[in-house]
Each structure stands twice: as structure tokens, then as C-alpha cells.
């Protein structure tokens, strides 16, 4: 079983293309190759593939590394399945995770909402789609640089406060109180959660 992550960036047409495309490049890259792994295509569109315990915090990393930069936001489709053919392109591979990711990002784009989960077990989707919609109140709040502090968090766990208050030039007691804005500790217990659903499937 395997995850894939199907999105698109929300008001693409009023930012620097070059600016967050090269981020999200970049941030993709470092977890597989283009194109197998990954895809970016129609401008503002991309795939990614991944295994299924990671993909939660895929899915935030990409998120507050998009909302980090000024007016963007991102759609994004989770689907969990089974990969029955593996092309060199991920756009050309199949299977029910690939059917389930972009089904519903069009589902995604007709319904308001940002994130959503689609598996082959209706129960876990509904459990996992509450909790993402509520927590998605949150992320999709964030402000810049409240998504800039959590990307960092996210990429590198061993970042103490300190650290992060050195390379944002802020004290540690606004790095305490952005992560505490942004529900970081919450954020964890939600992951353990979701990796508990999945790993149910």
C-alpha cells in the first residue's frame, strides 16, 4: 500500500511562479526523484508518492512550506491504495491510491475544503476526514510566518528552540509562543493518530 498526494496551488496566478516552484522543487526532490516520484504539471499542479506512514507530515511540510509564501495556499488530496503499475512517470503509474488522489482533488476544488483523505475503508475515511477538517481550520490560518517556523519543525526534528530563534533572528520566547499558536504539540499527537488509522487499513 502506498500513498499519493495529488494538489494544487491556490492563487498560483497572483504569486511568482519561479519563487515557489523552485521551493516546492526543492522540498520534493529531497525525498525522491522527477519524475518518478514526483511530478509538477499544468503549471500548478503535482503528484507525489510516498510511503503511507510519512505522509501526514509530507502533507504539512508541502502545506506550510506553500502557505509561507505570501497569498498561496494549497489543495490537497491524499490518496491511500495499491500502485498496480509503476510507470518511469508518476503521472503514467496506477492503481487505487492514484484513482482515490485524483478523484478528489476535483471533488477538493467543487467543495471549499483543502485536505482530504480517500482509502478503500469508509469508516477510516470518515474518522480521518473530520479530524482533518477541523485541524485544517488551523492550518489554513497559519500565517507566514507561523508556516515558516512549522516547515522548519517538520524538516528537521532535532531543531531545538533556540536553534530556529537563531536562524529567524527572533527571540526563543516568540518561537515558544509561534509553536504554541500553531498547535505544534497537537499537531504531533494528530499525526500519531492518523498513522494509527492507517496502519488499521
Known sequence: MI???TGDIINSQHADTEVWITK?????????????TWEIYRGDEFQFKCNIDVVFWRFLAIKSLIRSQENLDVRIAIGIGEENFSSEKITESNGTAYVHSGRLLDELKSGGHTVSIKTSNESVDRDLNILLKWSSKDF?????????I?????????NTQEDLAKKFAISQSSVSQRLKRANYELIIETNQYFRKKISEL
Open 150 to 158: 512549522i516547515h522548519e519543525m517538520i524538516m528537521n526534528k532535532d
Open 24 to 36: 516546492l522543487k526543492n522540498l520534493l526532490e529531497s525525498w525522491g526523484s522527477s519524475p518518478l
Open 3 to 5: 500513498a499519493v498526494i
Open 140 to 148: 489554513d490560518s497559519w500565517t507566514m510566518a507561523t508556516a515558516e
